[in-house]
């Protein structure tokens, strides 16, 4: 009878069934733990990710510039070049 029976820590006697299925019963909750942190670090990660994008994005609002103000400063650039190309062929016909 004394065989089938094991002698825990605490001084309890158990049935080597019983051993088993705490065992498998300890396996899966460390199971569980280690999804659930894993899902933690996921969520956390994630958490992260978006913070960063979204910091990216107000950025990107902040330094954008619309067609119609590229073409606006593109066409003031060409109009001071021409300006200049104007003076140097004056410059150059007086010599």
Not at 15 to 42: F, P, S, Y
């Amino acid at each position: 009878m004394m065989q089938n029976r094991l002698l825990l820590p605490l001084g309890r006697l158990v049935k080597k069934h019983q051993l088993n299925r705490m065992e498998m019963h300890n396996l899966i909750d460390m199971l569980v733990g280690l999804i659930l942190a894993g899902g933690a670090w996921w969520a956390n990660a994630t958490t992260k990710e978006q913070k960063r994008i979204e910091i990216l994005l107000n950025k990107t609002r902040e330094d954008y510039a619309t067609r119609n103000d590229v073409r606006d400063d593109m066409r003031r650039v060409m109009e001071a070049l021409h300006r200049v190309e104007d003076k140097l062929d004056k410059a150059l016909d007086k010599r």
